[in-house]
């Protein structure tokens, strides 16, 4: 009896959470969807926040548990989990990087991929790795300043490489004063180093997304209900956003989020097309390492301002179109 209880008070509270965030996405809309100007100033502020976020990073690194006792044991700010901390990162350089001057932009990008860097989050360091290709790809950041990049990059690999032991072990220093890290960041410095290592985190997500793709197979047309991986055996979810819905609502459960993504950038005109492609790409790439994309609202602001800079694009290009009909 206390064990049904104790689902249905899961279920409830999941259906809560996912009701409140469909509110909000839905009044941050309405928000950002009233003036261009809006939409602009909202993008200033992403930048703002993306400075401040990166210098905490940095800060949390060389001075662990300055934000938070109950940081996981890499840096995060104010975010507490370094692998939101670093999602926010890559989406606010997805907004923000547009309404800087071309030639100030490769830095920006170098800027946040250092805040990124120092998260440790393998998840979000290859989305930056991706989003820097696509900034590059759509000529976003300025051709001129591919090459000027391309040998910095070359420089920094090849100090790395050559230095490789001893920044490790500099850095794997840091447990001698905080002994909290020496779990948790020793084995992502030791990532760094040689990918194939495997540590106690990527055991976990595998085992996670194993007994998730178990629960899916037993009904993988209806699902096993609303919140059916959070009250089971593993003390964590499935760490993947696809999975998680699919456990819950069947195969069905895997187009949920590129649907919403889908809906908030579908005919996205002139830079929010841009912005749009690069926007679905992180999403629908870090819903393969977090399920909680849906309920974090750093996540949910993206979609409503994603979403009112499509309408605001579809808008003026409609606009255009008339009034270019009107003067033939």
Known sequence: MSNSVLN??????????????????????????????IQYLVRKAIFAAVILTVINNIYDFFHPLSFSIFNVGRPAGFYINPNQAAAALVLGLIFSIGILKPKYRFYFLFFVGVGVLVTLSRGAILGWLIIAILLIKKSIIAHKQILYSSVILAILALVFLWYQGELLSRLMALSDFNPFYEDSLSQRLEWLSDPSISNSSESLRVRVMKLGWDMFTQNPLLGKGIAATLDWSETVSTHN????????????????LPILVWSVTRQARGEAKHIGLLFSTFVLFWGLFSHNILSERYILITFALMGAMTMTSRREQKYRTSHACKVH
């Not at 956003?241 to 949920?256: E, K, N, P, R, T």
């Open 241 to 256: 956003m696809y999975l998680y819905y699919m456990v819950d609502h069947g195969i069905f459960g895997a187009f949920i």
């Open 8 to 37: 249905y008070a899961i279920a409830l509270q999941e259906l809560k959470t996912r009701t409140l965030s469909v509110f909000f996405i839905l009044l941050m809309f309405v928000i950002f969807s009233g003036h261009y100007l």
